[in-house]
């Protein structure tokens, strides 16, 4: 395999981010891949907030993975700073192959580099593969997490 | 009772936030009301970002509750805003009188009105208390939640 490089993501790879957000079991019934218009103007939302860091996995000229991290102050636990992973993808011909915990890893050491305590997500309890994985990483699944739709 | 005034937190209301915080099962080991210089610091943090609402209930001049809203633009679901709830704390003198059910609905209300689609938060699973009452508000509790402290 070539190198990999993991770098911020730019407008020309939305189509290569929203193809692996809607290549997944979730995310298809979810995301609208012929119509980019709504991520574009998320991508400038999120381009526009220095706390938001949209990354991607390149690996020869092909975006493989990505995610999403966001940097979040507050004072609970002592002024604590937390980042916030969300929308962790891979690509279908990169999984299984050590490209998630390299994600993953580099999201901590960022998360690190900024500061930040403490490192949060949540998945889907449909994602019943996940937990192993993330313990195996060294995250403890010790919360509930609750949504609401608006 | 007095009448419920909901407000953005000041730095004058620090003392108070931080004693709530300090009033509670996991928080009593995890926050130093005595030391305010780093509630201080992360409270210039807050301001400082214009996607964070750190807020206050007000009932006769005293401070008897708290949360923090992050508003959190995304490339998943379509470029969906969302919003996270965090450090959710109600005086002990006013726990079981509807407040928290107020405070939440204060978050639900900000949430829409600052385009969010989606809001969500964590709860610990050691809180058993915590799901009924967030489910009866409308919340799923649809997620794992992981935590890594660094």
């Known amino acids: 395999m070539g190198e990999l490089e993991i770098r911020a993501a730019t407008a020309e790879d939305l189509p290569a981010i929203v193809a692996m957000?809607?290549?997944?079991?979730?995310g298809a019934?979810?995301?609208s891949p012929k119509d980019l218009t709504p991520y574009r103007e998320a991508f400038a939302r999120l381009a526009a907030d220095p706390n938001q860091r949209q990354i991607v996995a390149v690996r020869a000229d092909r975006v493989v993975g990505t995610l999403q991290l966001t940097v979040i102050p507050g004072l609970s636990r002592r002024g604590a700073t937390r980042s916030l992973i969300e929308g962790v993808r891979i690509h279908a011909e990169e999984r299984g192959n050590g490209l998630g915990s390299q994600l993953i890893g580099w999201a901590v050491e960022e998360s690190r580099r900024s500061g930040c305590q403490l490192v949060e997500f949540?998945?889907?309890m449909t994602r019943t593969d996940a937990r192993r994985f993330y313990e195996r990483l060294g995250f403890t699944a010790s919360h509930v997490g609750f949504k609401m739709q608006l």
């Open 21 to 26: 957000l809607a290549d997944d079991p979730l």
């Open 29 to 31: 019934q979810r995301e």
């Open 122 to 124: 949540t998945s889907d």
